[in-house]
């Protein structure tokens, strides 16, 4: 039985389109295979161009607000390697008041290579501030 829910795993649990990211030699470790801190930029990536899909820098700039980063955890299922992309999705697990929890999975051949989960924080000038209700709204389209 898997550690994790086998939604988790699904890449049918996670609103497309996703995004493939090639991966190159430089994000490889001595094993020929993508090195654990490198799978953290893709997860990064694919949080950015998901937020971006969405209008969500923009309706932070608005709000003269931005998302800073609590907490990440990434879990490494099996190896990834050079010259196939990696297809990596998105998904908004929870909302709080100012924060929210986003998981996501990465897939390589069609099997689930890595997983993360990363809490953001809304931030202005005041610090952690609760979501306005456009940032709230716009949070709901990754959330399933």
């Known amino acids: 039985m898997s550690r994790w829910p086998a939604e ?3 890449v049918a649990h996670y ?3 996703g995004h493939d990211l090639p ?3 430089g994000d490889l470790d001595t094993g020929g295979h993508l090195n654990n801190v490198a799978f953290g930029r893709f997860f990064e990536q ?3 161009e998901a937020h971006l ?3 969500l820098m923009e309706i932070m700039a608005a709000h003269s607000g931005r998302f800073l980063v609590a907490r990440v955890a990434v879990d490494y299922l099996r190896e990834a390697h050079a ?3 990696l297809h990596v999705r998105t ?3 929870s909302i709080g008041t100012s924060s929210a929890v986003e998981h996501q999975a990465a897939w390589q051949h069609g099997e689930c290579v890595a ?3 990363t809490v953001m924080v809304f931030v202005t000038d005041a610090g952690a501030t609760p979501f306005p209700d456009q940032l709230r709204a716009g949070l709901t389209q990754l959330h399933p």
Do not use: N
Request: glycine content about 12%.
């Open 83 to 85: 010259g196939t992309p």
């Open 91 to 93: 998904k908004v697990h």
């Open 53 to 55: 899909r969405i209008g």
């Open 23 to 25: 991966i190159f030699y």
């Open 115 to 117: 997983l993360a989960e």
């Open 15 to 17: 609103p497309g389109p």
């Open 46 to 48: 694919s949080r950015y």
């Open 8 to 10: 988790r795993l699904d």
